[in-house]
């Protein structure tokens, strides 16, 4: 029986860890840019502009907890 290496899903946390930093990008671009476009002044905006940004937190601590685990 082979024995498992202590991380082996390095290559996995390491895509994940870019696929999250970039969706994170992408919702706290889709907050500044898409909130004023679609809903300019309204209490939907201000929703919208809550919800992406903490979408955009929710990946960027993802990447976080991934980079943490590929430096064990």
């Known amino acids: 029986m082979r024995k498992r290496r ?10 994940f860890s870019g696929l999250s930093i970039n969706i994170s990008a992408a919702w706290f671009a889709s907050a500044f840019i898409g909130t004023n476009l679609a809903f300019p002044r309204t209490a939907i905006a201000f929703i919208q502009l809550t919800s992406t940004i903490l979408f955009g ?12 685990e590929l430096e064990k």
């Not at 202590?6 to 895509?15: E, F, I, S």
């Not at 937190?57 to 943490?68: G, M, N, P, Q």
């Open 6 to 15: 202590r991380n082996q899903y390095h290559p996995y946390l390491k895509a």
């Open 57 to 68: 937190i929710v990946f960027l601590l993802a990447t976080v907890l991934f980079e943490k």
